[in-house]
């Protein structure tokens, strides 16, 4: 069964401990502001937190551990438990909130769920868990986990009392709105259950150019220091017109430290013109997102605010944005900057909740469970990524997390039955009931969230190749026309085929003219009809790595087209 977004949002609207989650660009963001901002319509009191700083900024909250109260504390004794619950500011929207969301959930140590749990029932004086709120966790386990003290194993969330005592219902989406490059996907299934295997490290061997030759790549690494110097010495060649955007604070000094400490705007932002910058927030309306790629163009003559073009042609003046912590509706910190920040390089750990255009790879130094899932995930296509090298630990991911997720899909699915299984009214009776418990008033009306990714897609990917192949195009004319690689336009003629909108006369039009395919084919079909068609590199080797990896899988198309 697959989770859609309306069901999982659906499900959260009546009231269940929800643990949303599913692949990278699933839309777990999406959902989540659909949800938060149907709350705040029904009047519902929510707190919005993530487990650190950087992902509390991408959704306007403050850390779960400032929430809370809890702090940098390891361990929590009566004697700091009896301090947090009586400590007023902390009292005060601990009992206000009625929903509790924590993003980013595979980076809160367990321990601190737990403690966070103590914590919400001492204050609500209710033996529920978590004081009788609705919990709502969002977030991927294959991702970044959470980081264990000298000589601890990390304890995921889902290994935790509280997690046991919440019984969450688990929502795992799986339509996918950041790849649509089926190698890719296919690469980073293989990695979410640990079935790595030759094929995708010679996969990930040939990523050796970028795609679109007018976007100069970021560059992902693992370690500050890289990050740093790279940027640095980008930013010492310029030798073109610049200036310095000083960010501007006000508020309470405990949460701004969070907040500056936190965003991806330095606080002194020098830039140069033909300087490369990422954007570091989301501005739907401007045209960017945390993440879009850009070129200093100039700095305007009014202003003096910078100019930049995009990946893709969009001139964009980016202003001053702010970011803030509120409590009760009030800003008690804000912090002002231009979002950008240089972008020749950032960490894999900054990265986390990006889409990238293109991205350099280096993951020689990868030193901890996720990394290379997350660096990889970023990029929406392969033809937007280049490896510049990779450990033997780069692309595992931690054992517990592959056992665990497959009792999630299972959970999903029952939870998927179970509410379909209701009448429509039935359900909506649940969410009244809950909203009504929560103080709130019933809102039934549509409320305004934005589209996965940012900016909506008119059309989709493999409609656009589509429409040039019945224009009789021949395929390596269609990956310059789309800036792709050869290998995506063959992932989407598959696609069409499996789909049955392409059909063998279509593929034989698109055939490139340098291939001599007479004299290729029949090959190619005595090696299918051998070795099968589910992977290439059985083929490619058995054939002495005579062909290329694009020759094989046009073979493999026509073969099965031909069956």
């Known amino acids: 069964m697959r989770m859609t977004q309306e069901q999982a949002l659906s499900i959260l609207k009546t009231g269940a401990n929800v643990f949303l989650t599913g692949e990278p660009g699933a839309g777990k963001t999406y959902v989540l502001n659909q949800y938060t901002a149907w709350l705040k319509a029904s009047n519902v009191a929510a707190a919005v937190t993530a487990s650190t ?146 094929s995708h490290y010679t996969l990930l061997g040939e990523q050796t150019e970028i795609g679109y030759p007018d976007i100069e790549p970021t560059k992902l690494y693992t370690h500050n220091s890289d990050v740093d110097a790279v940027n640095l010495e980008h930013l010492r060649r310029l030798t073109t017109k610049g200036a310095t955007f ?165 959970d999903s699915a029952d939870a998927e039955y179970a509410f379909n299984e209701m009448g429509e009214s039935e359900v909506e009776d649940m969410q009244k009931r809950f909203v009504s418990a929560s103080g709130g008033q019933w809102y039934s009306g549509a409320v305004k969230a ?7 897609k008119s059309e989709s990917t493999y409609e656009v190749t589509r429409a040039l192949i019945l224009q009789k195009m021949h395929a390596r004319d269609i990956a310059r026309e789309r800036k792709m690689a050869l290998s995506t336009i063959w992932s989407h003629v598959e696609k069409l085929v499996d789909d049955k909108v392409v059909g063998l006369t279509e593929v034989e039009g698109i055939i490139p003219t340098d291939i001599s395919w007479d004299a290729v084919y029949p090959t190619l079909a005595r090696a299918f009809a051998e070795h099968g068609t589910e992977k290439l590199k059985p083929v490619y080797e058995a054939l002495n790595e005579e062909y290329d990896y694009d020759t094989i899988r046009l073979g493999r198309i026509l073969f099965t087209l031909k069956q």
């Open 53 to 198: 700083g950087i992902a509390a900024t991408h959704i306007g909250g403050m850390t779960i551990h400032s929430w809370s109260g809890i702090g940098a504390r390891d361990t929590l004794d009566q004697y700091a438990l009896d301090h947090i619950a009586t400590n007023e500011k902390t009292v005060r929207r601990v009992k206000k909130a009625r929903v509790l969301v924590i993003d980013e959930i595979s980076m809160l140590d367990g321990r601190v769920l737990d403690m966070v749990e103590t914590v919400c029932r001492t204050i609500k004086q209710n033996g529920d868990a978590f004081g009788g709120m609705q919990v709502i966790l969002v977030g991927d386990f294959f991702q970044l986990p959470p980081v264990a003290g000298r000589g601890e194993m990390a304890r995921f969330a889902f290994e935790s009392r509280a997690w046991e005592s919440a019984h969450f219902v688990t929502c795992y989406l799986t339509e996918q709105h950041r790849q649509e490059d089926d190698l890719l996907l296919g690469l980073l299934a293989a990695i979410r259950k640990n079935d790595i295997d030759e």
């Open 450 to 456: 934005h589209v996965p990714g940012g900016i909506p």
């Open 246 to 410: 000083k960010m501007e604070a006000g508020g309470s000094k405990p949460m701004l430290e969070s907040l500056v400490k936190s965003c991806l705007s330095p606080q002194v932002l020098e830039l140069r013109e033909d300087a490369m910058v990422m954007c570091t927030k989301n501005n739907f309306e401007a045209g960017y997102v945390n993440g879009t790629l850009g070129r200093v163009t100039k700095f305007d003559s009014d202003d003096g605010f910078p100019w930049i073009t995009t990946s893709d042609g969009r001139e964009i003046k980016m202003v001053p944005q702010s970011w803030s912590i509120e409590e009760d509706g009030k800003v008690k910190a804000q912090i002002t900057q231009v979002p950008l920040r240089l972008a020749w390089a950032i960490t894999v750990h900054k990265s986390q909740g990006m889409s990238l255009d293109a991205a350099e790879i280096d993951l020689r130094n990868a030193f901890t469970y996720g990394q290379g899932y997350v660096a990889l995930s970023r990029v929406r296509s392969l033809s937007g990524m280049k490896i510049l090298g990779l450990n033997s630990q780069a692309l595992i991911v931690d054992p517990r997390v592959v056992h665990k997720d497959e009792h999630f899909r299972t």
